[in-house]
């Protein structure tokens, strides 16, 4: 049987609604998934005076804001920098001054589809930032304060949604933990899926709820994305010429990299030059089930014919994103049935930009607030 563990608890916009209910202060909310849009969205509920809880699948909060760990440094595995349009956006990075800076990306654009670099500099009106000293550092600060009171529940993967066995009214999350380890968190009186679009229709399904919803969200297209990371120790050091050429940051229209960017260009980045690669949409598709180590020989060489660089990394490896870009948005940024106390929030609502998930998530608080 499975155990039954209650969640302790601590002592405008775009938008579809199907009922114009929410709840009064002090509800408590089921947020699952604790990528940007799903901290956000948790965060604002918390600065409301409710009581949000987020469910996060994997080890770590930020989704696609991350950073992995070499012995040569750090890479950002996912989002490469951010953009700030809204002013929203912008008021809430000036809480934390310091924490996000300003990105010389010295980008270009690689022109030539056999991998001949044809440079031509991208001229954007708007800075690139990114959070020091690696992308997670953001999600990382604005989790701490719900981790601190017990609100986060890591390594917990949400297999189904039902009414609450001891009051119809509220919600129960049927989980698994590490090892298979089975728990039911109940007695919320609303819950938010912050996650992917597919594997939250995919939830929808399998606890045979919101048919409507789970209808929009199949409109929903999002592509992977292979993304390798390479280190070059060998390489010359801060001050003299680089290995390989001399931009930081390229967008590629190479039939197998989209993106490379410099890794030790962005402020506060271990010197060592390492270089972060992520595969086009259309190859990542064609290739998602390859065998990983088949995916980083072919990236390798899709990488050399763009850069030049030819020299054997001593660190190289890959990990796939399954949902990455978003090709089809939602159109809207956010869905929220105020009647049965469910909605849906993420950066795939609107595009697939880091201020696209902030936005969704602060607006489906504030639907719900």
């Known amino acids: 049987m499975p155990r039954t563990r209650r969640t302790p608890s601590p002592s405008p916009s775009s938008t579809e609604t199907l009922a114009d209910t929410g709840p009064a202060p002090g509800r408590r909310v089921a947020?699952?998934?604790?990528?940007?849009?799903?901290?956000?969205?948790?965060?604002?509920?918390?600065?409301?005076?409710?009581?949000?809880?987020?469910?996060?699948?994997?080890?770590?909060?930020?989704?696609?804001?991350?950073?992995?760990s070499s012995p040569f440094g750090g890479f950002d595995s996912g989002a490469q920098y951010f953009t700030v349009r809204d002013e929203r956006f912008a008021r809430v990075l000036k809480l934390t001054p310091g924490l996000c800076r300003p990105w010389s990306a010295?980008?270009?654009?690689?022109?030539?589809?056999?991998?001949?670099?044809?440079e031509a500099a991208l001229r954007r009106p708007e800075a690139h930032w990114v959070p020091v000293p690696g992308m997670d550092?953001?999600?990382?600060?604005?989790?701490?304060?719900?981790?601190?009171?017990g609100r986060v529940e890591l390594q917990t993967?949400?297999?189904?949604?039902?009414?609450?066995?001891?009051?119809?009214?509220?919600?129960?999350?049927?989980?698994?933990?590490?090892?298979?380890?089975?728990?039911?968190?109940?007695?919320?009186?609303?819950?938010?899926?912050?996650?992917?679009?597919?594997?939250?229709?995919?939830?929808?399904?399998?606890?045979?709820?919101?048919?409507?919803?789970?209808?929009?969200?199949?409109?929903?297209?999002?592509?992977?994305?292979?993304?390798?990371?390479?280190?070059?120790?060998?390489?010359?050091?801060?001050?003299?010429?680089?290995l390989g050429p001399q931009w930081n940051a390229a967008l590629s229209t190479h039939h197998r990299i989209a993106w490379?960017?410099?890794?030790?260009?962005?402020?506060?980045?271990?010197?060592?030059?390492?270089?972060?690669?992520?595969?086009?949409?259309?190859?990542?598709?064609?290739?998602?089930?390859?065998d990983p180590k088949r995916i980083a020989a072919k990236l390798l060489k899709g990488f050399a014919e763009v850069t030049g660089i030819r020299a054997e990394p001593a660190h190289a490896e890959v990990y796939r994103w399954s949902h990455a870009k978003t090709h089809v948005p939602l159109g809207r940024s956010h869905l929220w049935d105020g009647a049965a106390g469910l909605g849906l929030c993420?950066?795939?609502?609107?595009?697939?930009?880091?201020?696209?998930?902030?936005?969704?998530?602060?607006?489906?608080?504030?639907?719900?607030?």
Do not use: Y
Not at 157 to 165: G, I, M, Q, T, Y
Not at 273 to 285: G, K, L, P
């Open 31 to 68: 947020v699952i998934g604790a990528g940007i849009a799903g901290i956000a969205c948790a965060r604002t509920l918390a600065q409301a005076g409710h009581e949000p809880t987020l469910f996060e699948s994997g080890e770590r909060c930020g989704g696609r804001m991350a950073s992995v």
């Open 106 to 118: 010295n980008a270009v654009r690689v022109l030539d589809p056999h991998g001949r670099v044809a």
């Open 137 to 149: 550092a953001l999600a990382r600060h604005w989790v701490e304060p719900l981790a601190a009171q």
């Open 157 to 242: 993967r949400v297999v189904r949604l039902e009414r609450d066995a001891l009051d119809d009214r509220r919600w129960q999350l049927r989980t698994e933990g590490p090892q298979g380890s089975v728990h039911v968190h109940s007695g919320f009186d609303q819950v938010v899926l912050a996650i992917p679009s597919t594997p939250a229709a995919e939830l929808l399904q399998a606890s045979s709820l919101a048919p409507e919803f789970v209808d929009r969200l199949a409109q929903v297209k999002v592509a992977p994305c292979w993304t390798l990371m390479v280190a070059f120790p060998q390489a010359p050091q801060p001050g003299l010429p680089h």
């Open 260 to 290: 490379l960017s410099r890794e030790s260009s962005k402020p506060q980045r271990d010197p060592i030059e390492r270089w972060t690669v992520q595969a086009s949409a259309a190859w990542s598709e064609e290739h998602l089930d390859d």
């Open 346 to 369: 993420g950066d795939w609502c609107t595009g697939h930009r880091v201020e696209d998930a902030f936005l969704s998530g602060l607006e489906m608080a504030l639907a719900i607030a």
